[in-house]
């Protein structure tokens, strides 16, 4: 790898952290023999055994140092991570990019919270994110981060990163309340405006004897900037003809291939309005097996309003028809309006139970089962322009009635040498596994787009996939200084049921698929000295089509025009190769990785006129990530943190589009950096600085997006964040903080928030 650190990574890197990992930089961690040693609290459901890389932090660590209004900003600054929030309460858009996937490839990752899935499966992209609702910033005791596809018990999904979220359990009577405020002031193109976010979180729980529970609740009221906008190319304006009416108020600027377009206003500014609740139910039935019971519930109502900046001679807004700007003429076409108001109501319930035994023997063992299902979600938009549309008339509701997945889960632990962790000591994982996936969307006419009840279908789609697994893994540890874990998965696939509809009928199409495949995984730990330990890690990740890739399009009369039932399954082998050195006040860590991946599903052009989900042929990446911590640097109280990452992900064969060929992977960018001070003045007192950087990155497959700094780019970002905390007295805190503070004005798609001032108050007790 012949590349240099970015000046701005490498100050970056050598500046300030956060402590916000997994160890307390000033308690350095205990490494045996590669064993990830996970301290305090309820401990990780991740498979610590592996001599893998695993990152994680405590939720006190993320009271005192990050600015959390949702549950993913816990992952805000852990290495070579990015969540795609655009703004606070974002529901449909949050992708989790990891070392080689972009913010594009939400099934390349698994996101679970005690043991329950929220990574949707039910398609790939940003309308397809983590149910991050499903977990509040309060209620988060640890989460921790599996990085690549290396542990036999993850499905190739797992090929990016497996997070886990551990939600607090009481041992004791407790309640805590907390009320959170957040302002921006977003200025860019012609929109100028205050936005702010309202948050509200109480929490109560205790345990009597062999019962414990837990009542988590939480309302947020959210206003996010504008994030799509109304344009029209210079190219598409002709001679105007008489009597056309001039308009102004339209702002020139470059579209991401840098040619030349206008910007007429701007559409689904969201006001959301979130409640989420949760019950936590468990119950010791001997001393070494506990049931436990889960139950959430999470309501999301969602506004999404159109501005236009276009005026009339009057000094009227003007949202349709023929108009001059510049001397030429467009069409602001109201059979497909530009300016498009919409509303979403979304209630979604997601439960959990599972009975696990906790020996700590020869043998355990874990039954555990979880739903997910789309109570109601509803999207209404009007198919009439504004200002007609803002009382009604006519329009679409997409309704996703009986949407939802269920997953079973059934694992045991043996240990033929008992607790022994020392040389000849062993753990073999086995379990089985079972996953199901359901997509339904009816999409119907109405005569009231705002309240009217769903008329005739205009659009339909449905399909199902299944899998079933097995898997073993055995973790030996051969002396006291080398350790091995080998591992093997087997996966049965089912896809069926696609059917597209629209006026007159819906079509089944594509054939029922069953696929086996089968990934190995190993891993192998080398204590070189009692301060060092080498570790390496491969293992094959098979990443199934989603229902979404595999079914959703159209169709043309009988004929199916923009989906393909015969996708191929993404298969990926990951390998990283990690060097850990323990320090007299922290830890040093660098990984090299790589992963070669064929058929990726990416979405590109099929005609001149349609895109559909595609294989691409190969893609190959490789990289370094580097992170350290540290304590105590000559001041008392201060912890530094600090992760860079370099990788060159490049498009190495795609037969569907050859101009992609040697272009970089959308959406992974060549370098990203974290890094964080946190300065505890004394135990009430508490200071926080924290900067992230991205370089350059794509959207497109050929890397024609050049100009990242418009409306559909993708642009790189350097963004600082600060935060004190201070305690009141023993029941009573309080926090204020700065999110991009330097106000730096980014996009990834749409437009990220801009200076963001946070302020919390918070009760325990």
């Known amino acids: 790898m012949t590349a240099h650190l970015s000046p701005i990574a490498s100050a970056l890197l050598l500046a300030f952290s956060v402590n916000a990992f997994a160890q307390q930089a000033s308690d350095p961690p205990d490494k045996t023999i590669g064993t990830v040693t996970i301290t305090g609290g309820r401990p990780t459901s991740l498979p610590t055994q592996i001599p893998t890389t695993i990152e994680g932090i405590t939720g006190a660590q993320i009271e005192r140092t990050i600015n959390a209004s949702d549950s993913e900003d816990a992952l805000k600054y852990l290495p070579s991570l990015l969540v795609r929030k655009r703004y606070i309460g974002d529901y449909n858009?949050?992708?989790?990019?990891?070392?080689?996937?972009?913010?594009?490839?939400?099934?390349?990752?698994?996101?679970?919270?005690?043991?329950?899935?929220?990574?949707?499966?039910?398609?790939?992209?940003?309308?397809?994110?983590?149910?991050?609702?499903?977990?509040?910033?309060?209620?988060?005791?640890?989460?921790?981060?599996?990085?690549?596809?290396?542990?036999?018990?993850?499905?190739?999904?797992?090929?990016?990163?497996?997070?886990?979220?551990?939600?607090?359990?009481?041992?004791?009577?407790?309640?805590?309340?907390?009320?959170?405020?957040?302002?921006?002031?977003?200025?860019?193109?012609?929109?100028?405006?205050?936005?702010?976010?309202?948050?509200?979180?109480?929490?109560?729980?205790?345990?009597?004897?062999?019962?414990?529970?837990?009542?988590?609740?939480?309302?947020?009221?959210?206003?996010?900037?504008?994030?799509?906008?109304?344009?029209?190319?210079?190219?598409?304006?002709?001679?105007?003809?008489?009597?056309?009416?001039?308009?102004?108020?339209?702002?020139?600027?470059?579209?991401?291939?840098?040619?030349?377009?206008?910007?007429?206003?701007?559409?689904?500014?969201?006001?959301?309005?979130?409640?989420?609740?949760?019950?936590?139910?468990?119950?010791?039935?001997?001393?070494?097996?506990?049931?436990?019971?889960?139950?959430?519930?999470?309501?999301?109502?969602?506004?999404?309003?159109?501005?236009?900046?276009?005026?009339?001679?009057?000094?009227?807004?003007?949202?349709?028809?023929?108009?001059?700007?510049?001397?030429?003429?467009?069409?602001?076409?109201?059979?497909?309006?530009?300016?498009?108001?919409?509303?979403?109501?979304?209630?979604?319930?997601?439960?959990?139970?599972?009975?696990?035994?906790?020996?700590?023997?020869?043998?355990?063992?874990?039954?555990?089962?979880?739903?997910?299902?789309?109570?109601?979600?509803?999207?209404?938009?009007?198919?009439?322009?504004?200002?007609?549309?803002?009382?009604?008339?006519?329009?679409?509701?997409?309704?996703?009635?009986?949407?939802?997945?269920?997953?079973?889960?059934?694992?045991?632990?043996?240990?033929?040498?008992?607790?022994?962790?020392?040389?000849?000591?062993?753990?073999?994982?086995?379990?089985?596994?079972?996953?199901?996936?359901?997509?339904r969307t009816l999409v119907s006419s109405t005569g009231d787009w705002l309240h009217g009840a769903a008329g005739a279908r205009f659009s339909a789609f449905n399909g199902n996939t299944a899998m079933k697994s097995l898997f073993a893994q055995d973790t030996w540890t051969i002396s006291p200084t080398w350790k091995t874990t080998l591992g093997l998965r087997y996966e049965r696939w089912q896809a069926d049921g696609g059917e597209l509809g629209n006026v007159a009928a819906i079509v089944p199409f594509g054939a029922t698929r069953n696929e086996s495949y089968l990934s190995p995984k190993a891993a192998l730990a080398y204590q070189l000295h009692p301060d060092w330990v080498l570790k390496a890690s491969t293992g094959r990740a098979v990443r199934m089509p989603t229902v979404g890739e595999l079914y959703q399009g159209s169709i043309d009369g009988n004929t199916v025009i923009n989906t393909n039932s015969a996708l191929k399954p993404e298969k990926s082998w990951t390998s990283e190769l990690s060097a850990e050195h323990i320090t007299y006040n922290g830890l040093l860590r660098a990984t090299m990785f790589i992963e070669r991946t064929r058929d990726a599903l990416y979405s590109q052009a099929l005609t001149s006129t349609v895109s559909t989900v595609q294989n691409v042929d190969a893609i190959h990446t490789r990289g370094l990530e580097v992170a350290w911590q540290a304590a105590d640097l000559g001041i008392k109280g201060l912890e530094l943190n600090s992760s860079a990452t370099f990788t060159d992900s490049i498009i190495a064969a795609n037969r569907g589009f050859a101009a992609s060929v040697g272009k970089q992977q959308p959406r992974v960018p060549r370098w990203r950096a974290t890094s964080v001070a946190t300065y505890q003045?004394?135990?009430?007192?508490?200071?926080?600085?924290?900067?992230?950087?991205?370089?350059?990155?794509?959207?497109?497959?050929?890397?024609?997006?050049?100009?990242?700094?418009?409306?559909l780019g993708f642009s790189k970002f350097f963004v600082v964040d600060a935060r004190v905390r201070f305690k009141l007295d023993k029941q009573w805190s309080a926090a204020l903080g700065i999110d991009n503070l330097n106000n730096y004005k980014y996009w990834a798609f749409h437009p990220y928030t801009q200076r963001t001032v946070v302020a919390e108050l918070k009760f325990d007790l």
């Open 93 to 439: 858009h949050a992708v989790l990019s990891t070392r080689a996937s972009g913010t594009g490839n939400s099934a390349r990752s698994m996101v679970y919270a005690d043991g329950i899935l929220l990574s949707n499966y039910l398609g790939n992209g940003a309308g397809f994110t983590p149910r991050w609702g499903m977990v509040t910033p309060e209620e988060i005791e640890r989460v921790d981060v599996l990085y690549g596809p290396f542990s036999a018990a993850y499905a190739g999904n797992s090929v990016g990163a497996v997070v886990d979220y551990i939600t607090r359990m009481p041992s004791k009577f407790e309640a805590h309340a907390k009320l959170g405020y957040a302002s921006q002031r977003f200025d860019l193109a012609g929109s100028g405006e205050r936005d702010s976010g309202k948050q509200a979180s109480a929490s109560v729980g205790n345990r009597h004897g062999d019962f414990s529970w837990w009542i988590n609740v939480n309302r947020l009221d959210s206003n996010g900037q504008p994030l799509v906008f109304a344009t029209r190319a210079f190219s598409e304006g002709v001679t105007p003809a008489a009597g056309t009416s001039v308009v102004s108020g339209a702002i020139a600027g470059k579209n991401t291939k840098g040619q030349d377009w206008w910007l007429l206003g701007t559409t689904t500014s969201y006001h959301t309005m979130q409640d989420h609740a949760k019950v936590k139910l468990a119950y010791e039935l001997t001393p070494t097996v506990r049931a436990s019971y889960t139950l959430g519930w999470w309501s999301n109502d969602t506004d999404g309003s159109a501005r236009t900046y276009l005026r009339d001679s009057a000094g009227k807004p003007v949202y349709t028809g023929n108009v001059v700007i510049g001397a030429l003429q467009y069409n602001l076409n109201a059979a497909s309006p530009v300016f498009a108001p919409n509303q979403n109501s979304l209630e979604h319930l997601m439960q959990g139970l599972s009975v696990k035994s906790n020996t700590r023997g020869v043998f355990d063992w874990e039954v555990a089962a979880s739903a997910y299902d789309y109570r109601r979600d509803i999207l209404r938009a009007p198919t009439v322009a504004l200002p007609a549309a803002a009382s009604g008339g006519a329009g679409r509701i997409t309704d996703m009635d009986g949407t939802g997945w269920h997953n079973l889960n059934l694992r045991g632990t043996w240990r033929p040498f008992g607790i022994a962790r020392g040389a000849g000591a062993q753990v073999i994982d086995f379990g089985y596994q079972q996953d199901a996936y359901r997509l």
């Open 681 to 711: 003045q004394n135990d009430r007192l508490a200071y926080t600085l924290a900067a992230r950087y991205s370089g350059v990155q794509y959207g497109q497959l050929d890397n024609s997006d050049v100009n990242g700094f418009s409306y």
